[in-house]
């Protein structure tokens, strides 16, 4: 594997390069781990203004938090209870814009200011959640659901 990263100004340049990018650290023969500890560190790269993107997986009963970039975070999140939480009842994706602004978002780093959770679901079973946060209020568009559905589509491709 010898990927070269090229981060632009551009970011609909760079959501376009990380995903011709992100096939290639995707593998069903590696691990869980492997792959999803990747995945977050490719997505570090190319999303901009981020403080926190990574995996939470579903136990059978909560969330546990999996591969991640950015400060030590909580490490359980109950079905219904957080952002997190919320996606993973809901399967569907929540975009807040100002978390400052809901009663239900769990302060992992006291700088995230706005949130995009995707539901991972594979043959209508919940599999766990990819999170990301951002200390901007407003910081994840339509673009960024479309980008990070299309990732979680082909983490699912690879899933067991
Ligand atoms: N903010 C999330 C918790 C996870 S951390 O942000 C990494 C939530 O409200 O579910």
């Known amino acids: 594997m010898h990927e070269t990263f090229h981060v632009t100004a551009d970011r609909a340049v760079n959501y376009k390069t990380l995903k011709e990018q992100l096939p290639h650290f995707l593998n069903a023969d590696d691990t869980i781990v492997t ?70 978002h769990i302060f992992c780093d006291p700088k995230s200011r706005s949130e995009i959770v995707v539901p991972i679901v594979k043959d209508g079973e919940l599999f766990g959640v990819l999170d990301v946060d951002s200390p901007t209020v407003g910081r994840f568009t339509e673009a960024d659901q479309a980008l990070l559905e299309d990732v979680v589509a082909l983490v699912v491709d690879i899933l067991p």
Do not use: H, M
């Open 35 to 104: 792959n999803l500890a990747n995945v977050s560190a490719l997505l570090n790269v190319y999303l901009d203004d981020i403080n926190w993107v990574g995996f939470y997986l579903f136990s059978g009963e909560k969330l546990v938090l999996g591969p991640f970039q950015g400060l030590p975070a909580c490490t359980e999140i109950a079905i219904g209870r957080g952002v997190c939480g919320l996606a993973a009842k809901a399967r569907a994706t929540q975009i807040v814009a100002d978390v400052t602004t809901i009663d239900n």
